[in-house]
Protein backbone atom coordinates (compact mmCIF):
# COMPACT_ATOMS: atom_id res chain seq x y z
CA UNK A 1 0.00 0.00 0.00
CA UNK A 2 2.48 2.36 1.31
CA UNK A 3 4.42 1.53 -2.31
CA UNK A 4 1.53 2.45 -4.13
CA UNK A 5 1.37 5.82 -2.26
CA UNK A 6 4.60 6.81 -3.22
CA UNK A 7 4.06 6.21 -6.55
CA UNK A 8 0.47 8.19 -6.58
CA UNK A 9 2.80 11.21 -5.06
CA UNK A 10 5.77 10.58 -8.12
CA UNK A 11 2.79 10.61 -10.37
CA UNK A 12 0.78 13.48 -9.28
CA UNK A 13 3.98 15.87 -8.92
CA UNK A 14 4.82 15.27 -12.49
CA UNK A 15 2.48 17.30 -14.57
CA UNK A 16 3.57 20.43 -12.93
CA UNK A 17 6.14 20.75 -15.31
CA UNK A 18 8.85 23.46 -15.73
CA UNK A 19 7.40 26.29 -17.55
CA UNK A 20 10.65 28.53 -17.43
CA UNK A 21 14.30 26.11 -17.07
CA UNK A 22 16.28 27.95 -14.20
CA UNK A 23 18.61 29.40 -17.38
CA UNK A 24 15.70 31.53 -18.61
CA UNK A 25 15.15 32.67 -15.47
CA UNK A 26 18.79 33.21 -13.96
CA UNK A 27 19.36 35.47 -17.36
CA UNK A 28 16.07 37.01 -17.75
CA UNK A 29 16.39 38.92 -13.89
CA UNK A 30 19.88 39.30 -14.98
CA UNK A 31 18.74 41.64 -18.10
CA UNK A 32 15.66 43.13 -16.58
CA UNK A 33 18.32 44.48 -13.64
CA UNK A 34 20.86 45.39 -16.09
CA UNK A 35 18.34 46.91 -18.59
CA UNK A 36 17.05 49.21 -15.98
CA UNK A 37 20.77 50.61 -14.66
CA UNK A 38 21.20 51.17 -18.45
CA UNK A 39 18.14 52.75 -19.10
CA UNK A 40 18.38 55.17 -16.16
CA UNK A 41 22.35 55.93 -16.67
CA UNK A 42 21.97 56.08 -19.97
CA UNK A 43 19.31 58.96 -19.38
CA UNK A 44 21.73 60.41 -17.00
CA UNK A 45 24.40 60.70 -20.18
CA UNK A 46 21.43 61.88 -22.54
CA UNK A 47 20.52 65.26 -20.44
CA UNK A 48 24.07 66.26 -20.67
CA UNK A 49 23.47 66.77 -24.59
CA UNK A 50 19.94 66.87 -25.11
CA UNK A 51 19.15 64.88 -28.83
CA UNK A 52 15.60 66.48 -28.42
CA UNK A 53 13.29 68.96 -26.91
CA UNK A 54 13.30 67.48 -23.08
CA UNK A 55 15.32 66.49 -20.55
CA UNK A 56 14.42 62.95 -18.35
CA UNK A 57 13.78 64.34 -14.85
CA UNK A 58 17.15 63.83 -12.62
CA UNK A 59 15.66 61.72 -9.70
CA UNK A 60 15.02 58.85 -13.03
CA UNK A 61 19.00 59.04 -13.26
CA UNK A 62 21.89 57.22 -12.52
CA UNK A 63 25.02 59.22 -11.10
CA UNK A 64 24.15 62.35 -10.02
CA UNK A 65 26.08 64.07 -12.71
CA UNK A 66 27.56 63.04 -16.49
CA UNK A 67 30.53 61.60 -15.03
CA UNK A 68 28.92 59.49 -12.50
CA UNK A 69 26.22 58.43 -15.53
CA UNK A 70 29.00 56.98 -17.98
CA UNK A 71 30.79 55.05 -14.78
CA UNK A 72 27.47 53.25 -14.34
CA UNK A 73 26.72 52.60 -17.86
CA UNK A 74 30.40 51.60 -18.59
CA UNK A 75 29.82 49.14 -15.35
CA UNK A 76 26.52 47.79 -15.93
CA UNK A 77 26.73 47.48 -20.26
CA UNK A 78 29.54 44.41 -19.29
CA UNK A 79 26.62 42.73 -17.43
CA UNK A 80 23.76 43.27 -20.13
CA UNK A 81 26.67 42.04 -23.28
CA UNK A 82 27.99 38.97 -20.89
CA UNK A 83 24.59 37.66 -20.00
CA UNK A 84 22.70 38.59 -23.54
CA UNK A 85 25.12 36.94 -25.56
CA UNK A 86 24.99 33.83 -23.39
CA UNK A 87 21.29 34.09 -23.89
CA UNK A 88 21.33 34.57 -27.41
CA UNK A 89 23.71 31.70 -27.75
CA UNK A 90 21.62 29.76 -25.26
CA UNK A 91 18.63 30.30 -26.86
CA UNK A 92 19.92 29.28 -30.29
CA UNK A 93 21.59 25.95 -28.68
CA UNK A 94 19.08 24.69 -26.59
CA UNK A 95 16.65 25.25 -29.99
CA UNK A 96 14.72 27.36 -27.31
CA UNK A 97 14.34 30.43 -29.69
CA UNK A 98 13.10 27.85 -32.66
CA UNK A 99 10.84 26.56 -30.34
CA UNK A 100 8.67 29.24 -28.61
CA UNK A 101 9.48 32.24 -30.86
CA UNK A 102 8.53 30.49 -33.98
CA UNK A 103 6.89 30.47 -36.50
CA UNK A 104 5.57 34.12 -36.33
CA UNK A 105 3.07 34.25 -39.03
CA UNK A 106 0.48 37.95 -39.94
CA UNK A 107 -2.41 35.79 -39.54
CA UNK A 108 -1.34 34.28 -36.56
CA UNK A 109 -0.13 38.00 -34.86
CA UNK A 110 -3.27 39.49 -36.28
CA UNK A 111 -5.67 36.67 -34.29
CA UNK A 112 -3.84 37.11 -31.03
CA UNK A 113 -3.53 40.59 -30.62
CA UNK A 114 -7.35 40.72 -31.61
CA UNK A 115 -7.78 38.10 -28.96
CA UNK A 116 -5.62 39.92 -26.69
CA UNK A 117 -7.36 43.42 -26.86
CA UNK A 118 -10.89 41.84 -26.37
CA UNK A 119 -9.35 39.89 -23.07
CA UNK A 120 -10.26 36.60 -25.04
CA UNK A 121 -6.61 35.29 -25.19
CA UNK A 122 -6.30 32.17 -23.68
CA UNK A 123 -3.36 31.65 -21.04
CA UNK A 124 -3.74 27.89 -20.24
CA UNK A 125 -0.57 26.60 -21.61
CA UNK A 126 2.06 29.03 -20.37
CA UNK A 127 4.90 26.44 -21.99
CA UNK A 128 3.59 27.72 -25.63
CA UNK A 129 3.98 31.70 -26.25
CA UNK A 130 1.01 32.82 -28.45
CA UNK A 131 1.63 35.28 -31.44
CA UNK A 132 1.95 38.69 -29.48
CA UNK A 133 4.25 36.84 -27.18
CA UNK A 134 6.65 35.85 -29.36
CA UNK A 135 6.67 39.01 -31.54
CA UNK A 136 7.16 41.16 -28.44
CA UNK A 137 9.97 38.97 -27.22
CA UNK A 138 11.65 38.39 -30.90
CA UNK A 139 11.41 41.97 -31.53
CA UNK A 140 12.89 43.05 -28.22
CA UNK A 141 15.71 40.37 -28.88
CA UNK A 142 16.47 42.02 -32.02
CA UNK A 143 16.33 45.69 -30.27
CA UNK A 144 18.72 44.60 -27.79
CA UNK A 145 20.94 43.52 -30.12
CA UNK A 146 20.51 46.53 -32.24
CA UNK A 147 21.25 48.87 -28.87
CA UNK A 148 24.41 47.17 -27.79
CA UNK A 149 25.65 47.53 -31.32
CA UNK A 150 24.86 51.24 -31.73
CA UNK A 151 26.39 51.69 -28.37
CA UNK A 152 29.40 50.08 -28.98
CA UNK A 153 29.94 52.15 -32.05
CA UNK A 154 29.59 55.21 -30.28
CA UNK A 155 32.05 54.16 -27.21
CA UNK A 156 34.67 53.23 -30.18
CA UNK A 157 33.65 55.20 -32.96
CA UNK A 158 37.45 54.53 -34.49
CA UNK A 159 38.43 51.65 -33.13
CA UNK A 160 34.89 49.59 -34.41
CA UNK A 161 34.86 52.27 -37.48
CA UNK A 162 33.19 49.26 -39.61
CA UNK A 163 30.62 49.07 -37.17
CA UNK A 164 29.62 52.73 -36.84
CA UNK A 165 29.56 52.37 -41.53
CA UNK A 166 26.65 49.62 -40.74
CA UNK A 167 24.38 52.88 -39.21
CA UNK A 168 25.77 55.35 -41.77
CA UNK A 169 27.57 57.75 -39.54
CA UNK A 170 28.70 58.22 -35.42
CA UNK A 171 25.26 60.95 -34.78
CA UNK A 172 23.28 58.42 -36.76
CA UNK A 173 24.19 55.59 -34.26
CA UNK A 174 23.45 57.89 -31.28
CA UNK A 175 20.08 58.18 -33.00
CA UNK A 176 19.52 54.40 -33.57
CA UNK A 177 20.50 53.99 -29.51
CA UNK A 178 17.76 56.64 -28.78
CA UNK A 179 14.72 55.12 -30.35
CA UNK A 180 16.11 51.53 -29.19
CA UNK A 181 15.86 52.80 -25.65
CA UNK A 182 12.80 54.28 -26.76
CA UNK A 183 11.13 50.74 -28.25
CA UNK A 184 12.43 49.10 -24.62
CA UNK A 185 10.80 51.19 -22.46
CA UNK A 186 7.30 50.52 -24.16
CA UNK A 187 8.17 47.11 -24.37
CA UNK A 188 9.02 47.17 -20.32
CA UNK A 189 5.93 48.75 -19.45
CA UNK A 190 3.69 46.81 -21.82
CA UNK A 191 5.61 43.11 -20.35
CA UNK A 192 5.12 44.27 -16.91
CA UNK A 193 1.35 45.22 -17.57
CA UNK A 194 0.99 41.98 -19.22
CA UNK A 195 2.88 39.72 -16.70
CA UNK A 196 0.54 41.22 -14.07
CA UNK A 197 -2.46 40.75 -16.08
CA UNK A 198 -1.30 36.70 -15.86
CA UNK A 199 0.27 36.49 -12.55
CA UNK A 200 1.05 32.55 -12.94
CA UNK A 201 3.19 33.77 -15.59
CA UNK A 202 5.56 35.58 -13.45
CA UNK A 203 5.37 32.98 -10.98
CA UNK A 204 6.93 30.79 -13.47
CA UNK A 205 9.44 33.11 -14.20
CA UNK A 206 10.68 33.77 -10.76
CA UNK A 207 10.00 30.16 -9.36
CA UNK A 208 9.98 28.02 -12.98
CA UNK A 209 6.49 26.39 -12.67
CA UNK B 1 52.26 90.29 -32.07
CA UNK B 2 49.48 91.58 -29.56
CA UNK B 3 47.87 89.82 -27.33
CA UNK B 4 44.74 87.94 -29.46
CA UNK B 5 41.67 89.20 -28.43
CA UNK B 6 39.96 87.91 -31.01
CA UNK B 7 37.80 84.95 -30.22
CA UNK B 8 36.78 83.05 -33.48
CA UNK B 9 37.72 85.16 -36.67
CA UNK B 10 34.27 85.13 -38.76
CA UNK B 11 31.77 83.54 -35.78
CA UNK B 12 29.00 85.79 -34.17
CA UNK B 13 29.73 85.52 -30.76
CA UNK B 14 26.37 84.83 -29.69
CA UNK B 15 25.58 82.97 -32.06
CA UNK B 16 28.64 80.66 -31.36
CA UNK B 17 27.50 80.99 -27.45
CA UNK B 18 23.77 79.93 -28.21
CA UNK B 19 25.20 77.06 -30.17
CA UNK B 20 26.99 75.30 -27.09
CA UNK B 21 24.51 76.60 -24.43
CA UNK B 22 22.87 73.24 -24.52
CA UNK B 23 26.90 71.38 -24.10
CA UNK B 24 27.72 73.38 -21.19
CA UNK B 25 28.52 71.96 -17.91
CA UNK B 26 26.44 72.35 -15.18
CA UNK B 27 28.79 72.63 -12.74
CA UNK B 28 26.73 71.83 -9.89
CA UNK B 29 27.25 68.03 -10.91
CA UNK B 30 30.73 67.94 -10.53
CA UNK B 31 32.82 65.81 -7.58
CA UNK B 32 29.29 64.29 -6.85
CA UNK B 33 28.86 60.75 -8.41
CA UNK B 34 26.79 58.13 -6.33
CA UNK B 35 25.62 60.34 -3.84
CA UNK B 36 21.85 60.54 -1.94
CA UNK B 37 20.04 62.35 -4.98
CA UNK B 38 21.83 60.20 -7.33
CA UNK B 39 20.62 57.17 -5.97
CA UNK B 40 16.85 58.37 -5.71
CA UNK B 41 15.51 56.14 -8.98
CA UNK B 42 17.37 52.93 -7.10
CA UNK B 43 15.98 53.76 -4.02
CA UNK B 44 12.43 54.79 -5.36
CA UNK B 45 12.56 51.35 -7.09
CA UNK B 46 13.57 49.36 -4.05
CA UNK B 47 11.94 51.45 -1.33
CA UNK B 48 15.10 51.16 0.17
CA UNK B 49 18.54 52.28 0.29
CA UNK B 50 20.02 49.17 -1.21
CA UNK B 51 23.18 51.15 -2.54
CA UNK B 52 26.20 52.05 0.19
CA UNK B 53 27.18 54.95 -1.91
CA UNK B 54 30.70 54.69 -1.28
CA UNK B 55 31.08 50.79 -1.87
CA UNK B 56 29.38 52.08 -5.35
CA UNK B 57 31.11 54.68 -5.98
CA UNK B 58 34.81 52.11 -5.29
CA UNK B 59 33.49 49.58 -7.52
CA UNK B 60 32.73 52.11 -10.36
CA UNK B 61 36.39 53.21 -9.89
CA UNK B 62 37.99 49.49 -10.26
CA UNK B 63 35.55 48.91 -13.35
CA UNK B 64 36.82 51.79 -14.86
CA UNK B 65 39.94 51.24 -14.05
CA UNK B 66 38.85 47.33 -16.15
CA UNK B 67 37.47 49.23 -18.57
CA UNK B 68 40.74 51.50 -19.09
CA UNK B 69 42.55 47.89 -19.63
CA UNK B 70 40.20 46.96 -22.15
CA UNK B 71 40.52 49.88 -24.60
CA UNK B 72 44.27 49.97 -23.83
CA UNK B 73 44.17 46.03 -25.33
CA UNK B 74 41.38 46.92 -27.96
CA UNK B 75 43.55 50.42 -29.10
CA UNK B 76 45.13 49.65 -33.39
CA UNK B 77 47.83 52.25 -33.54
CA UNK B 78 46.89 51.94 -36.97
CA UNK B 79 43.44 52.64 -36.97
CA UNK B 80 42.72 56.14 -38.24
CA UNK B 81 40.21 58.28 -37.60
CA UNK B 82 37.69 58.87 -40.63
CA UNK B 83 38.70 61.84 -42.35
CA UNK B 84 35.99 64.46 -44.17
CA UNK B 85 35.38 66.70 -46.89
CA UNK B 86 35.79 70.07 -45.92
CA UNK B 87 32.03 69.89 -47.14
CA UNK B 88 31.53 68.33 -43.96
CA UNK B 89 32.88 70.89 -41.64
CA UNK B 90 30.33 71.94 -38.72
CA UNK B 91 29.72 75.76 -39.14
CA UNK B 92 29.85 77.03 -36.18
CA UNK B 93 32.27 74.86 -34.52
CA UNK B 94 30.84 74.67 -31.34
CA UNK B 95 33.15 76.20 -28.21
CA UNK B 96 33.04 73.89 -25.17
CA UNK B 97 34.71 73.99 -21.61
CA UNK B 98 34.56 73.96 -18.01
CA UNK B 99 34.29 78.11 -17.95
CA UNK B 100 32.51 80.25 -20.33
CA UNK B 101 34.00 81.52 -23.56
CA UNK B 102 34.53 85.14 -21.59
CA UNK B 103 37.06 83.72 -19.48
CA UNK B 104 38.88 81.36 -22.17
CA UNK B 105 42.73 81.72 -21.29
CA UNK B 106 44.52 85.08 -23.47
CA UNK B 107 47.83 83.96 -23.70
CA UNK B 108 50.25 86.26 -24.97
CA UNK B 109 52.12 84.37 -28.29
CA UNK B 110 55.03 86.31 -28.12
CA UNK B 111 55.44 85.61 -24.44
CA UNK B 112 54.17 82.49 -24.65
CA UNK B 113 56.83 79.17 -24.41
CA UNK B 114 56.24 75.51 -24.53
CA UNK B 115 57.62 73.89 -21.72
CA UNK B 116 59.65 70.36 -22.39
CA UNK B 117 59.95 68.08 -19.34
CA UNK B 118 60.38 64.49 -17.74
CA UNK B 119 62.15 61.67 -19.72
CA UNK B 120 63.28 63.87 -22.64
CA UNK B 121 67.13 64.42 -24.21
CA UNK B 122 66.30 68.13 -25.28
CA UNK B 123 64.74 70.26 -22.53
CA UNK B 124 64.87 73.14 -24.10
CA UNK B 125 61.50 75.86 -24.37
CA UNK B 126 59.73 76.34 -27.29
CA UNK B 127 58.48 79.61 -28.79
CA UNK B 128 55.92 79.87 -31.14
CA UNK B 129 57.42 80.88 -34.36
CA UNK B 130 59.92 78.14 -33.57
CA UNK B 131 57.22 75.50 -33.08
CA UNK B 132 55.34 76.71 -36.40
CA UNK B 133 58.48 76.53 -38.18
CA UNK B 134 58.14 72.09 -38.58
CA UNK B 135 56.18 70.71 -40.87
CA UNK B 136 52.52 71.02 -40.49
CA UNK B 137 49.57 68.90 -41.59
CA UNK B 138 45.56 69.53 -42.10
CA UNK B 139 43.12 66.88 -40.62
CA UNK B 140 39.70 67.17 -40.72
CA UNK B 141 38.38 64.65 -38.15
CA UNK B 142 35.67 64.31 -36.14
CA UNK B 143 35.56 65.78 -32.45
CA UNK B 144 33.11 63.80 -30.40
CA UNK B 145 32.57 64.80 -26.71
CA UNK B 146 32.33 62.72 -23.62
CA UNK B 147 28.69 64.12 -23.33
CA UNK B 148 27.51 62.59 -26.76
CA UNK B 149 27.52 65.93 -29.28
CA UNK B 150 30.06 65.60 -32.18
CA UNK B 151 31.36 67.76 -34.71
CA UNK B 152 33.45 68.23 -37.62
CA UNK B 153 36.48 70.16 -37.83
CA UNK B 154 39.98 71.24 -39.65
CA UNK B 155 42.53 71.54 -37.69
CA UNK B 156 46.03 71.80 -38.99
CA UNK B 157 49.53 71.35 -37.36
CA UNK B 158 52.84 68.65 -36.26
CA UNK B 159 52.29 65.23 -35.58
CA UNK B 160 53.17 64.42 -32.34
CA UNK B 161 54.90 61.71 -32.86
CA UNK B 162 57.33 63.75 -34.86
CA UNK B 163 57.58 66.54 -32.17
CA UNK B 164 58.56 63.85 -29.60
CA UNK B 165 61.31 62.50 -31.75
CA UNK B 166 63.00 65.63 -31.96
CA UNK B 167 63.33 66.10 -28.51
CA UNK B 168 64.17 63.11 -27.90
CA UNK B 169 61.54 61.58 -25.72
CA UNK B 170 61.51 57.99 -23.86
CA UNK B 171 59.08 56.59 -25.85
CA UNK B 172 58.89 53.42 -23.41
CA UNK B 173 57.53 56.20 -20.97
CA UNK B 174 53.79 55.57 -20.57
CA UNK B 175 52.56 59.09 -20.44
CA UNK B 176 52.68 62.29 -22.05
CA UNK B 177 50.88 64.51 -19.25
CA UNK B 178 49.74 68.47 -20.53
CA UNK B 179 49.29 71.60 -18.19
CA UNK B 180 47.32 74.73 -19.64
CA UNK B 181 47.30 78.01 -19.64
CA UNK B 182 43.46 78.39 -17.98
CA UNK B 183 42.60 79.83 -14.66
CA UNK B 184 42.15 75.92 -12.79
CA UNK B 185 44.80 74.83 -14.68
CA UNK B 186 43.61 71.85 -16.81
CA UNK B 187 45.65 69.15 -17.23
CA UNK B 188 45.20 65.92 -18.65
CA UNK B 189 47.89 62.45 -19.40
CA UNK B 190 48.02 60.94 -22.80
CA UNK B 191 48.96 56.70 -23.18
CA UNK B 192 52.28 56.77 -24.98
CA UNK B 193 50.86 54.60 -27.24
CA UNK B 194 48.19 57.26 -28.52
CA UNK B 195 50.55 60.30 -28.38
CA UNK B 196 52.62 58.12 -31.02
CA UNK B 197 49.34 57.41 -33.45
CA UNK B 198 50.30 59.15 -36.74
CA UNK B 199 46.94 61.47 -36.10
CA UNK B 200 48.07 62.67 -32.86
CA UNK B 201 48.90 66.75 -33.31
CA UNK B 202 50.16 70.01 -32.01
CA UNK B 203 47.69 72.01 -33.55
CA UNK B 204 48.26 75.55 -34.37
CA UNK B 205 45.57 76.60 -37.26
CA UNK B 206 42.19 75.95 -37.01
CA UNK B 207 40.32 75.99 -40.72
CA UNK B 208 43.59 77.22 -41.74
CA UNK B 209 43.50 80.35 -39.62
CA UNK B 210 45.80 80.59 -36.87
CA UNK B 211 43.80 78.95 -33.65
CA UNK B 212 41.34 81.23 -32.31
CA UNK B 213 41.46 82.11 -28.87
CA UNK B 214 38.25 79.87 -28.28
CA UNK B 215 39.69 76.49 -29.88
CA UNK B 216 43.00 76.98 -27.54
CA UNK B 217 45.49 79.66 -29.31
CA UNK B 218 48.10 79.37 -29.21
CA UNK B 219 48.74 75.54 -29.33
CA UNK B 220 45.81 72.36 -28.90
CA UNK B 221 46.52 68.86 -28.80
CA UNK B 222 44.03 67.37 -31.08
CA UNK B 223 43.65 63.65 -30.35
CA UNK B 224 40.85 62.10 -32.72
CA UNK B 225 41.39 59.31 -30.92
CA UNK B 226 40.16 60.41 -27.53
CA UNK B 227 37.08 62.30 -26.60
CA UNK B 228 37.13 65.94 -26.48
CA UNK B 229 38.06 66.30 -22.82
CA UNK B 230 41.47 64.77 -23.60
CA UNK B 231 42.39 67.39 -26.45
CA UNK B 232 43.87 69.91 -24.57
CA UNK B 233 43.95 73.83 -25.25
CA UNK B 234 46.18 76.37 -24.34
CA UNK B 235 48.88 74.05 -23.54
CA UNK B 236 52.36 75.42 -21.81
CA UNK B 237 53.87 72.31 -20.58
CA UNK B 238 54.34 68.86 -21.69
CA UNK B 239 56.18 66.41 -19.64
CA UNK B 240 57.50 62.76 -20.70
CA UNK B 241 56.49 60.32 -17.66
CA UNK B 242 56.02 57.22 -16.35
CA UNK B 243 53.91 58.41 -13.75
CA UNK B 244 50.15 58.50 -13.94
CA UNK B 245 49.59 62.27 -12.76
CA UNK B 246 45.80 62.66 -13.06
CA UNK B 247 43.86 64.96 -15.11
CA UNK B 248 40.75 67.75 -14.83
CA UNK B 249 38.29 65.71 -15.29
CA UNK B 250 39.77 62.39 -14.81
CA UNK B 251 40.17 63.29 -11.15
CA UNK B 252 36.22 63.68 -11.40
CA UNK B 253 35.42 60.42 -12.56
CA UNK B 254 36.03 60.71 -16.23
CA UNK B 255 37.08 57.63 -17.98
CA UNK B 256 40.59 58.04 -17.94
CA UNK B 257 41.40 56.51 -20.99
CA UNK B 258 38.33 57.53 -22.96
CA UNK B 259 39.57 56.15 -26.31
CA UNK B 260 37.36 56.42 -29.62
C1 LIG C 1 13.84 45.66 -20.14
C2 LIG C 1 13.74 44.62 -19.38
C3 LIG C 1 13.15 43.29 -19.84
C4 LIG C 1 13.35 42.64 -21.01
C5 LIG C 1 14.21 43.09 -22.18
C6 LIG C 1 12.58 41.42 -20.96
C7 LIG C 1 12.53 40.48 -21.97
C8 LIG C 1 11.87 39.27 -21.90
C9 LIG C 1 11.97 38.20 -22.87
C10 LIG C 1 12.81 38.27 -24.15
C11 LIG C 1 11.23 37.17 -22.43
C12 LIG C 1 11.09 35.81 -23.10
C13 LIG C 1 12.17 34.95 -22.50
C14 LIG C 1 12.26 33.56 -23.10
O1 LIG C 1 11.22 32.92 -23.23
O2 LIG C 1 13.40 33.13 -23.41
C15 LIG C 1 10.61 37.58 -21.19
C16 LIG C 1 9.72 36.82 -20.44
C17 LIG C 1 9.11 37.27 -19.28
N1 LIG C 1 9.35 38.47 -18.59
FE1 LIG C 1 10.61 39.91 -19.17
N2 LIG C 1 11.91 41.38 -19.76
C18 LIG C 1 12.24 42.50 -19.06
C19 LIG C 1 11.79 42.87 -17.82
C20 LIG C 1 10.78 42.20 -17.12
C21 LIG C 1 10.19 42.65 -15.89
C22 LIG C 1 10.56 43.95 -15.14
C23 LIG C 1 9.25 41.73 -15.54
C24 LIG C 1 8.39 41.80 -14.30
C25 LIG C 1 7.11 41.94 -14.33
C26 LIG C 1 9.26 40.68 -16.55
C27 LIG C 1 8.46 39.55 -16.56
C28 LIG C 1 8.52 38.53 -17.49
C29 LIG C 1 7.71 37.35 -17.45
C30 LIG C 1 6.66 37.03 -16.40
C31 LIG C 1 8.07 36.55 -18.57
C32 LIG C 1 7.46 35.23 -19.00
C33 LIG C 1 6.15 35.68 -19.51
C34 LIG C 1 5.54 34.74 -20.47
O3 LIG C 1 5.30 33.59 -20.12
O4 LIG C 1 5.26 35.27 -21.55
N3 LIG C 1 10.19 41.00 -17.49
N4 LIG C 1 11.03 38.87 -20.88
Request: glycine fraction near 8%; charged fraction near 20%.
Amino acid sequence: MSSLTVTDEHISAKPAKVIQPVWVRVMHWTNAFAMILMILSGWQIYNASPLFNFSFPREYTLGGWLGGGLLWHFAAMWLLMVNGLAYLIAGFATGRFAKKLLPITPTGVLHDVRAALTFKLSHDDLSVYNYVQRTLYAGIIVVGVLIVLSGLSMWKPVQLHWLVTLFGDYPTARYVHFFCMAAICAFLVIHVLLALLVPKSLRAMIIGR
Amino acid sequence: MAKRSFLIPGVDKRLLIKDSIKTMPDVTRRRFIAGGASLGALTLLTGCDVVDSSSADALLAKISKFNDAVQDFIFNPDALAPTFPESAITKPFPFNAYYDLDDAPEVDGEAWKLEVRGLVDNKKSWTLPELTKLPQFTQITRHICVEGWSAIGSWTGTPLRDFLKLVGADTRAKYVWFQCADKDGYNSPLDMRTALHPQTQMTFKYANEILPRAYGFPMKIRVPTKLGFKNPKYVVSMEVTNEYKGGYWEDQGYNSFSGS
